[in-house]
């Protein structure tokens, strides 16, 4: 088992080849539709990977609002490369300990998914060699590199694909590790200290969508996958384990076939008489709008393409998601039938016209348009026959459930070729000088300062710092509060509070967060009171005192005073009511 890590972090400057805001807004002034072409790389060659999305015929509409300008329009040629996102990108490379190259050198990379408008993305090294420790364990960083972010989808499907052009160009850090991560679990401990040290430069974007990791993952006689665009930390370790599941399966599964002498037949049967009576289902769907049937013989793969003991992968799905690759819903195989309105007559049928035997699998393959069907039963006739070299590579899209799913072949160098338009940038001894004296902190030298100054236990501080709360816990605590109360407030009341259905991510501003826990400090309400007082804020109330009020804890007199009471109080009983029990015991 191998791993690697590629860690994706905006920057907080301007765009990386112009100078809009790097902000996402919901505004648009402008549309246009452009359909992209694959070319040839540096090597003449063209990409796999852009071959295949070129294959599915999209058109792109993009939409342009107040964080654009006609350089994310492809319509004018880029400025130079921003200086204040380079200087940050070399600053990761110090921290990582890497080499930085003498001259940035930006190229282009073919991608032709519609995220880009020029076809292509632009991006550069900017250091190799570098080293990250974590948990005792040395692990290597490949490079460091600064390119620009991709446009957003927000809509749209076949024939027509939307996306929002103000995320574009938005720079982009991409910290690449080795394969020397041997589990899910370690995988996440490495991607939570890059993520640490990026956030320790100061300069990155913070909320959903600002940070991706890529996940190379593969098994022993497999070839490597990548798992694109994962945004959920907390779920690495998953998405890495139920890949290496997959791999095994799929290797198992070559073993199987070899041991059978099984292969599969490309060659499409059209098998639409033998199913003109099926009921309700897909395949009936598709002949009523007189579509097509395709079926694939697949001879020795009975039992092969289902449920496999111990393991709820399958490999029945990953032709299906071929399928689906290409615009259909899915197939139907051998393994699962009766079903899907196919009776055992359906399949006594079939058998006989492909001429198989009871060791022997098929898949449909049908689809209201004959064209489309045929195009999807050539991506599922290739995977059935690459089943008998096991893992292909391949990029795959991950899904909320911790699995994956197919999304094109894996790119190659074939896609990169020199950027003409952006002149090279030498890195000079001078500036690396600079940048040297003005390094940040590292988060293991932040988490044992926080633990010595605020006499934090070490799990607290560790969340703090790898939760991304370093700013917010020393911006309070600054200002007088006590670091355990900061600590539980920013790590186990802010995160536990349940936000309504349809209503926006509850983030409180920091002066909001002050004067809670200056309510707390000045014995307003009691520490235990911060779940119910954050509940109502995040229902609506308009500032902490009317949260206060809304949470049913009123006004609590201040503790001064309240001590001040408590003490008469004691010292009255202690003065009055033993002697008046002393008397009449007289």
């Not at 402008?30 to 295949?52: I, K, M, N, Q, Y």
């Not at 509940?535 to 005073?561: F, H, K, N, Q, Y």
Request: proline share 7%; net charge neutral.
């Amino acid at each position: 088992m191998k791993v690697g890590l590629e860690v994706h972090q905006q920057l907080a400057t301007a765009k990386l080849f112009c100078r809009c805001p790097s902000e996402l807004t919901d505004r648009t002034d402008a549309s246009f539709v452009r359909s992209l072409r694959p070319a040839g790389g540096e090597e003449r060659t063209v990409d796999a990977a852009a071959t295949f999305q070129a294959s599915r015929g999209l058109a792109y509409r993009y939409e342009s609002g107040p964080s654009n300008c006609l350089v994310e329009s492809d319509e004018e040629p880029p400025r130079p490369i921003n200086d204040e996102a380079l200087d940050v990108a070399l600053t990761v490379a110090l921290l990582l300990r890497a080499r930085p190259v003498d001259e940035i050198q930006v190229m282009r990379k073919i991608v032709v998914d519609g995220s880009n408008t020029t076809g292509f993305q632009r991006t550069a090294l900017v250091a190799v060699d570098g080293v990250l420790e974590v948990g005792g364990r040395r692990h290597e960083v490949l490079s460091v590199c600064l390119e620009e972010d991709a446009a957003r989808r927000v809509g749209g499907g076949e024939p027509e694909v939307a996306y929002r052009l103000d995320r574009l160009g938005i720079p982009l850090v991409e910290v690449a590790t080795g394969p020397t991560i041997a589990s899910g679990a370690e995988a996440r401990e490495v991607a939570q200290e890059i993520g640490a040290l990026l956030r320790a430069t100061r300069r990155v974007r913070r909320g959903i969508g600002t940070v991706r990791e890529d996940l190379n993952v593969s098994a022993d006689g497999g070839h490597r996958v990548e798992i694109k665009g994962v945004q959920e930390l907390r779920k690495i370790g998953e998405y890495v384990d139920r890949e290496e599941a997959r791999q095994r399966l799929l290797l198992e599964i070559r073993g199987e076939l070899e041991r059978r002498g099984a292969r599969a037949e490309p060659e499409a049967v059209e098998v639409a008489g033998e199913l003109a009576d099926a009921g309700d289902g897909p395949i009936a769907s598709a002949l009523r709008h007189g579509g097509t049937v395709l079926a694939l013989r697949l001879p020795g793969f009975a039992g092969l393409l289902g449920p496999r003991p111990g393991t709820d992968e399958r490999f029945g799905r990953e032709l299906a998601e071929q399928a689906r690759a290409a615009g259909l819903g899915g197939i139907v195989h051998s393994d699962e039938l009766p079903a899907y309105g196919l009776t055992d007559e359906h399949v006594r049928r079939l058998r006989a016209r492909l001429g198989s035997a009871d060791a022997d699998a098929f898949v449909l393959v049908a689809d209201r348009s004959p064209d489309r069907a045929r195009r999807a039963f050539a991506h599922v006739a290739a995977r059935a026959a690459h089943a008998r070299v096991g893992v292909p590579g391949e990029t795959r899209d991950p899904l909320p459930d911790g699995r994956s799913r197919y999304s094109r072949p894996l790119p190659g160098r074939d896609r990169m070729y020199p950027e003409t338009d952006v002149p090279p940038v030498p890195v000079t001894a001078a500036r690396l000088a600079r940048l040297e004296q003005a390094l940040p902190e590292r988060p293991g030298a932040t988490l044992a300062r926080l633990e010595r100054e605020h006499r934090l236990a070490a799990e607290l501080a560790r969340q703090i710092v790898y939760g991304g709360e370093v700013d917010r816990f020393e911006e309070l605590t600054a200002r007088g509060h006590a670091g355990p109360l900061v600590a539980r407030l920013l790590i186990q009341e802010l995160p536990a509070v349940a936000v309504p259905a349809g209503a926006p991510a509850f983030d409180p501003p920091l002066a909001t967060l002050d004067r809670l826990l200056a309510a707390v400090g000045s014995g307003a309400i009691a520490k235990e009171g911060l779940a119910p007082v954050l509940a109502a804020l995040a229902r609506g109330a308009p500032e902490v005192d009317a949260a206060i009020r809304d949470a049913g804890l009123g006004a609590r007199p201040p503790r001064s005073w309240r001590r001040s009471w408590s003490a008469s109080s004691a010292g009255s009983s202690r003065s009055c009511a033993p002697a008046g029990r002393r008397r009449s015991r007289r």
